[in-house]
């Protein structure tokens, strides 16, 4: 069954670097999904992607946020400047059409030091 | 805005308990309802949906109705497993192609033999 794929698994960096968190979501979806899970914490929606553009975004998606879709295959979630706050389990999903379920990769933990 | 509710965890369980977890959301319109779990260090699965009043999802033994009147999708199984051993979120999605699933705050289960 195919499945949404996220590199790296686990990503450290320290404060103020840049990251690139990877996904490649499944080859016939055509929405796109970010969300983060901060430990033991609800699961926050953070943007949405679709026809190659941003659909909606939440108040955690600032400017320290941007996703793109480069090459029709990936679909990263960049963070410019991180923070210490922005550690979190960061979890990819992509669905096929209206009324299909989301289906989500295995997520990339994000340490920040 | 739209939001979903549900019991505070964590529950423990003896094998073959019969296990509710409620779950009652706010939304305008019809949104479709999820159960998403998440087993220990892995990412979302699809447990199971409904997408229009009095539908009801079954996954594994899992099964959940949509009630309209009393905007509740709770969670029932009639015996539990260690397996089940995860921690399980509802879910809503409102009626927009590309919208979002908005997940409530989990609630672990633990099943003990």
């Known amino acids: 069954e195919p499945e949404v794929t996220q590199t790296p698994s686990h990503q450290v960096t320290q404060m103020g670097q840049e990251v690139i968190l990877r996904c490649v979501p499944i080859?016939?979806?055509?929405?796109f999904y970010w969300y983060r899970q901060i430990l033991g914490q609800k699961v926050e929606f953070l943007v949405s992607?679709?026809?190659?553009?941003?659909?909606?975004k939440s108040e955690i998606f600032d400017d320290q946020f941007s996703v793109e879709r480069p090459d029709g295959s990936n679909f990263t979630l960049k963070i410019r400047s991180t923070k210490l706050e922005d550690s979190a389990m960061y979890f990819c999903?992509?669905?096929?059409?209206?009324?299909?379920?989301?289906?989500f990769g295995n997520g990339t933990r994000l340490t920040v030091t | 805005g739209n939001s979903v509710t549900q019991m505070e965890g964590p529950v423990t369980l003896s094998e073959e308990a019969f296990l509710t977890i409620n779950c009652t959301y706010t939304?305008?319109?019809?949104?479709?309802l999820f159960w998403y779990v998440q087993y220990p260090g892995e990412g979302l699965q699809l447990l199971l949906k409904?997408?229009?009043?009095?539908d009801k999802g079954s996954n594994k033994g899992f099964e959940a109705t949509y009630r309209k009147e009393t905007t509740s999708f709770h969670l029932e199984k009639g015996s539990v497993q260690v397996s089940d051993s995860a921690v399980y979120f509802c879910?809503?999605?409102?009626?927009?192609?590309?919208?979002?699933?908005?997940f409530g705050p989990g609630t672990s289960l633990s099943v003990i033999p």
């Open positions: 409904a997408t229009k009043a009095d």
């Open positions: 992607f679709y026809n190659n553009e941003i659909s909606e």
């Open positions: 080859s016939n979806h055509l929405y």
């Open positions: 999903a992509s669905k096929k059409g209206i009324d299909s379920p989301l289906h």
């Open positions: 879910a809503l999605s409102g009626v927009a192609s590309y919208d979002k699933v908005i």
């Open positions: 939304a305008t319109g019809y949104p479709s």
